[in-house]
T-cell receptor, first 112, second 114 residues
Framework: ETGVTQTPRHLVMGMTNKKSLKCEQH?????MYWYKQSAKKPLELMFV???????ENNSVPSRFSPECPNSSHLFLHLHTLQPEDSALYLC???????????FGPGTRLTVL | KQEVTQIPAALSVPEGENLVLNCSFT??????LQWFRQDPGKGLTSLLL?????REQTSGRLNASLDKSSGRSTLYIAASQPGDSATYLC?????????????FGRGTQLTVWP
């Protein structure tokens, strides 16, 4: 256990659905991250939040909408996704950038 | 833009061997370099973090070295075991990007057979 939890662990959704991924960290960290891991591609940073403020949006399509209500929770809201969005979505946290990052177990997303 | 390369892409060895995994990066202006382990379908487990001012870090059978000027890091695994089988990822936090942004290599997939 890394102190970072993610729910759900698996998600199957249609292209017209709306769903949300949740991440919670129990480490007292101030920075949280969303990453995408697709088959045969390096891990890609999507969003960075420092002290609840978004400090990085790595040119992510608007069908992905992050939300960080406090330093312990991070959400990724999904709507009208495409099949190519199927991937493992990983959440991470650190005390603050660029400290050591701790990752959650990920959400395996399949878009039909 | 920082680019991270890991060699080899895959490695299969018998139990007991000492291993060397390589990581190179293009921009030497880094904050730190982190080595992770990933089991199939799972998240990442942090193994070692080397700050830019450090030359190496050790944890148990693992030793990571950093040569910032040449843009290289090496992960040594001593006396490998089947439980070491996983994908090993190298990631760099560089000074030219948003604080906390990590650039990842594609990983080395390690198989240790009994």
């Amino acid at each position: 256990e890394t102190g970072v939890t993610q729910t759900p662990r698996h998600l199957v959704m249609g292209m017209t659905n709306k769903k949300s991924l949740k991440c919670e960290q129990h480490l007292g960290h101030n920075a949280m991250y969303w990453y995408k891991q697709s088959a045969k591609k390096p891990l890609e940073l999507m969003f960075v939040y420092n002290f609840k403020e978004q400090t990085e949006n790595n040119s992510v399509p608007s069908r992905f909408s992050p939300e960080c209500p406090n330093s312990s929770h991070l959400f990724l809201h999904l709507h009208t996704l495409q099949p190519e969005d199927s991937a493992l979505y990983l959440c991470a946290s650190s005390q603050q950038g660029p400290d050591e990052q701790f990752f959650g177990p990920g959400t395996r997303l399949t878009v039909l | 833009k920082q680019e991270v390369t890991q060699i080899p892409a895959a490695l299969s060895v018998p139990e007991g061997e000492n291993l060397v995994l390589n990581c190179s990066f293009t921009d030497s202006a880094i904050y730190n370099l982190q080595w992770f382990r990933q089991d199939p379908g799972k998240g990442l487990t942090s193994l070692l973090l080397i700050q830019s001012s450090q030359r190496e870090q050790t944890s148990g059978r693992l030793n990571a070295s950093l040569d910032k000027s040449s843009g290289r890091s090496t992960l040594y695994i001593a006396a490998s075991q089947p439980g070491d089988s996983a994908t090993y990822l190298c990631a760099v936090a560089d000074r030219g990007s948003t604080l906390g942004r990590l650039y990842f290599g594609r990983g080395t997939q390690l198989t240790v057979w009994p």
